[in-house]
């Protein structure tokens, strides 16, 4: 798993741009990590979505349970 974490990294998002400083670098892949790779990647142990798509659907089934009750 790591290992295709830091390819799709690499390939994605780090050498295709020229960082002129470490901190930058640094700084702008952790965001990257944040933003578009934990929020956006589909995950196969969720059904093939997001981890944002399946809060929402989380939360919503969670709603309804409740309003059910």
Do not use: C
């Not at 002129?20 to 790779?37: K, M, S």
């Not at 990647?41 to 919503?60: C, K, M, N, T, W």
Request: overall charge positive; cysteine-free; glycine content about 2%.
């Amino acid at each position: 798993m790591a290992e295709s974490f830091f390819a799709t990294l690499k390939t994605e998002f780090y050498y295709r741009r020229v960082w002129p400083t470490r901190d930058r670098a640094t700084r702008e892949v952790g965001a990257w990590i944040e933003d578009r790779y934990n929020r956006r990647r589909r995950h196969s142990a969720i059904g093939q979505i997001s981890p944002v798509d399946f809060e929402l659907q989380y939360s919503s089934d969670t709603a309804e349970v409740q309003l059910a009750a």
